[in-house]
């Protein structure tokens, strides 16, 4: 897992499960390289402060009391531009997904998520890409694959033939370490594959490199 050397990555969340609450606190204080910058129960309290402690990355529930969560990240998108924001919930309807993305979330995780996933996702969401939950990325691609746009975006670039197999295997919904062992390859070589394949399609994570590619392919 790559961490921070520099200086600390400031995260805060929104969270009005104390149980919760206290997982996510003792899990980013043992992090190196992670502090918890702030820590509230509702939108209600955390608007007011949260500007000032400067988060990096804010993790934001979506089941909160008073405002719900998904108009706390359209607030926090436009009060925190520079700061990631990631859903953490236990929620997977569709509609709650599509929304809290559109209202400005990074990223979207489920709460079953291991630990080491809710870290990497908070790491992946500050280095600018989007962390997705394996069953929320599937949800993504499926909805796009159903209602594909009526007229083709941008075509693509040109792509080798390995970016293109591994993109056809991740279409499909397989996992990066599950197309390492299908095309014989390591892990990290396909991790490697895929900084390629973000860099050429000008996108921030796999989902985005996957709609791009299905997207051109319904245009031939």
């Known amino acids: 897992m790559n961490l921070l050397t520099e200086k600390n990555l400031r995260v805060a969340f929104i969270e009005d499960s104390k149980t919760m609450m ?3 606190h003792k899990l ?6 992670m502090e918890v910058c ?10 007011p402060q949260i500007h000032e402690t400067a988060p990096n990355v804010v993790i934001v529930d979506l089941e909160l009391p008073g405002m719900n969560g998904q108009d706390c990240i359209r607030i926090l998108s436009a009060m925190l531009p520079s700061a ?3 859903v953490l919930t236990i929620h997977d309807h569709p509609e709650q997904v599509f929304g809290a993305l559109e209202a400005g979330a990074n990223g979207y995780l489920l709460k079953n998520s291991s630990h080491e996933t809710i870290i990497e996702g908070i790491l992946t969401a500050h280095r600018g890409e989007s962390p997705l939950s394996p069953a929320i990325a599937g949800m993504v691609i499926r909805s796009f694959q159903k209602n594909p746009p009526k007229k083709p975006t941008v075509p693509l670039p040109s792509l080798s033939p390995r970016e293109r197999q591994i993109l056809e295997l991740l279409a499909k919904g397989l996992v990066p370490k599950e197309a390492a062992s299908e095309l014989h390859i390591s892990y990290e070589t396909v991790r490697d594959y895929l900084k390629q394949i973000y860099q050429k399609l000008h996108v921030r994570s ?6 791009r590619f299905l997207d051109a392919r319904q245009a031939t």
Do not use: D, M, Y
């Not at 702030?38 to 608007?47: F, I, M, R």
């Open 22 to 24: 206290s997982i996510l």
């Open 206 to 211: 796999r989902t985005e490199a996957v709609l």
């Open 28 to 33: 980013i204080e043992k992090t190196p390289n």
């Open 38 to 47: 702030g820590a509230w129960p509702s939108a209600e309290e955390a608007l």
């Open 84 to 86: 990631a924001l990631v």
